[in-house]
């Protein structure tokens, strides 16, 4: 390898510098480094709020890379391997860096990049970073995947995590940089019409926001977080989501930061600790079984009657956020106003969703895959199949969340109502309000509208899956 040829970086969901092998050991060669992002068909077809919120994040990192003296080039193209293969001839570039994506399409594509660039010559490799224990690393004792969540826990909390690497202490430029996309030109925030104005002060974009709400959650919070994260109507969780989805912050960095609370006698952070392995359960048996992306994961379960028509009155009303039951319909609006939704209330809907109103989950998968911005894949298609039952370690299918109980268990005060339910109040809070900003117009609703009834009484609806379950032989 050349000294003076520069190395392409590839971003992808790893908007950061900090805790970045592919940066890191690219830096560490001294040769220049162009930065890269593709828009190719995989981003191009990304829904609506998560193509917006990757817009925002590649226009920060944009900046942050500006300020390192270096810049970020956008390119975009039908495949990333053809605007690759420009880059090279433009920049005489012998080498390409990036960090692993798991789902089983970018999977295909990135081991098309890297056999296609080796045979040019082009020293292609992938690293680790978007993961703390790599898929297929992780095996039960008979040498097969996990199926169950408490099993791989086991199995990998002692692991060793690796340390987080330093942001590199310089980025050398090339001579001359190759031509960038205008990102204004790939509209990334298109589909969100009106919403993006409404959900943007929600959004903590980049790297130092990501390590501000870590080192705030794990100063303020963690200690009860046990009990807090159940309650959607406080400040209780870590909000992070958004930022790992995106690769603002790496699991590492959240890992140690969590080992370290927990040493500190701050018993909540086991909880913590727990959920990152949950999302790393995922991404094990995403790459294990890629069929949980889109079929229902147990066996007979495919076969069960679900509806499926997304235009019918109970999908209409759940999308909505007018299903009268307050505890789905605050939960939904949530969404629709910060991009985000808090997770007791992402099992309530799903749970109202597939049980209740006996919809299939991969109507509530697809919503959710429009509507968050912190979407993930993986974790998405594994939430979903969970709640109705029909994937792995999932809630039994006779469990049914009673969504009123729940908001007494859970919102005794109905502050999280509150927030977010405007119709019947007097006074509505200013979120509330500005869920009718954010909706689409053709939805015709007002605050001034009567609160409905519930499309599925909650005691009705659990009798009624039970008894779908029962003729289905479960």
């Excluded at 709400?213 to 159940?230: E, K, S």
């Excluded at 109970?314 to 956020?321: F, L, N, T």
């Amino acid at each position: 390898m050349s000294d003076t040829s520069p190395i392409l970086i590839w971003l992808r969901r790893d908007l950061r510098l900090s805790d970045h092998p592919a940066f890191h050991t690219a830096c560490a060669t001294g040769q220049p480094v162009i930065p890269v992002y593709i828009l190719d068909d995989q981003y191009a077809g990304l829904a609506a709020a998560p193509k917006y919120r990757l817009g925002l994040g590649i226009g920060h990192f944009a900046q942050v890379l500006e300020e390192q003296g270096s810049r970020l080039i956008l390119r975009s193209g039908d495949t990333a391997l053809e605007v690759l293969q420009s880059l090279i001839r433009e920049t005489g570039a012998s080498a390409v860096y990036w960090s692993r994506q798991y789902e089983p399409d970018a999977v295909a594509r990135d081991s098309a990049v890297k056999s296609a660039l080796k045979e040019q010559g082009i020293d292609a490799r992938s690293f680790g970073g978007h993961l703390m224990f790599e898929p297929w690393t992780v095996e039960t004792k008979l040498g097969g995947y996990y199926k169950v969540y408490t099993p791989f826990w086991r199995s990998v909390k002692n692991r060793d995590v690796e340390v987080p690497l330093a942001p590199p202490s310089k980025l050398h430029a090339p001579d001359q940089w190759p031509a960038s996309d205008d990102l204004a030109d790939w509209h990334m925030d298109a589909a969100m019409n009106r919403g993006a104005d409404v959900l943007r002060p929600f959004v903590r974009l980049g790297e130092q926001a990501a390590q501000a709400r870590l080192d705030a959650f794990l100063d303020n919070i963690v200690a009860g977080y046990n009990t807090t994260r159940d309650l959607p109507g406080v400040d209780g969780t870590s909000n992070l989501s958004e930022n790992l989805a995106l690769g603002e912050i790496s699991p590492h960095q959240c890992w140690h930061a969590g080992w370290r609370a927990l040493e500190e006698g701050k018993s909540g952070a086991e909880i913590f600790l727990k959920e990152l392995v949950w999302r790393e359960f995922a991404y094990h048996l995403m790459h294990h079984t890629p069929r949980i992306l889109s079929i229902s994961w147990r066996e007979g379960w495919e076969g069960f009657d679900w509806n499926t028509d997304e235009q019918s009155a109970e999908v209409i009303a759940w999308k909505q956020g007018r299903t009268g039951i307050p505890f789905v319909d605050a939960a939904m609006r949530e969404m629709y106003v910060t991009g985000r939704m808090h997770n007791r209330g992402r099992m309530i809907v799903a749970s109202y969703l597939t049980k209740h109103l006996l919809c299939h989950w991969r109507i509530g998968q697809k919503w959710f895959e429009e509507c968050l911005i912190d979407w993930d894949a993986a974790s998405n298609a594994m939430g979903w199949q969970w709640s109705a039952g029909s994937g792995p370690d999932a809630t039994p299918y006779f469990r049914v969340f009673n969504p009123v109980t729940q908001l007494d268990k859970f919102d005794k005060n109905r502050d999280y109502a509150g927030r977010w339910i405007a119709e019947g109040r007097s006074d509505p809070h200013s979120d509330a309000l500005r869920y009718f900003d954010a909706i689409p117009r053709s939805w015709d609703i007002a605050a001034s509208d009567i609160y409905p009834k519930p499309v599925v009484d909650a005691a009705d609806g659990r009798n009624r899956a039970l008894q779908a379950y029962k003729t289905r032989g479960f």
